[in-house]
Every structure is written in structure tokens, then in C-alpha cells.
């Protein structure tokens, strides 16, 4: 368990049942947030690709690192599905920051049942997890600061 509290490394790979499942209604056509070892689809950008300053496009999965950068990940996603890229996004359940009432809130929640097994964990997280959805070309609301 000390290695979900580790700030070591907020990047953990998405259990394959869950990828598959979601992959089989999104069809997915890139994977956001991934490593060579970890990526689950042909096209993925990397740390070192800096998804961030990247365009996305097509129907995209992200399981972004834990951390502060989420949010800026969770603004790339709602941001871009505002373009036409449908967005499925695997990320902590936390209602009590600002990244979920800020961006997540703006998308469909499912609330994952029990605790996920991220690869490479010998145990499961700590946390609850979502599924947050970006639908593409919807218009939503302004992003304002909270």
C-alpha cells in the first residue's frame, strides 16, 4: 500500500478489464497519458511528448498522473472536447477539489464500484475512482475560477 502514497510516481497503468470494456463502446484512437510499457492504444503521447502541448483529437482515453498536474489535464480534456474530441477520462473520485467542480462536473460521472488495481500495484488503491466523459461538440459552460 506504501506505494500508492509514494509521490515517487503519479502515473500507474489502467487495469486491462476496465480499458476493454470502455474501448469496446469509445473505440478508442489515442492514449493521452502513457508510457511505451503501458500504452493501450497504437497512438499515445508520453511524458516526454508533453500531452499538454499537444493536439487531441478523435475519441481519446486518459488516466492522467495523480498529482497537481491533474487539473491542468482535466482543463486539456474538457477544453478539447469543446473542438469535437470525445474525451473518457479514469481519475481519482475527489469531490472536494477545485479540478472536479471546475471540469468534472461538466462532463458524465460514473463512479467506479470498489477499488481499482492499477498495473504494477500489488494491492489496490487507496482511493475511490471515476470515469468522467467529455463528450465531443457539446457546448458547455464558461470555465470560470472558482
Known sequence: MDVHFSSASGEWSTPDDLFRELDDIFHFD?????????????????????????????????NPPNGRDIEAFMRKAYEFSLNGATVVCLVPSRTDTTWCHRYARRGDIIHVRGRLTFGGATSSAPFPSAIVIFYGGLLGEAVQPL
Open 30 to 62: 489515442l492514449d493521452a497519458c502513457a508510457s511505451p510499457e503501458n500504452a493501450k492504444c497504437k497512438n499515445y503521447f508520453t511524458k516526454h511528448d508533453d500531452a499538454l502541448a499537444q493536439t487531441w483529437e478523435g475519441t481519446v482515453f486518459m
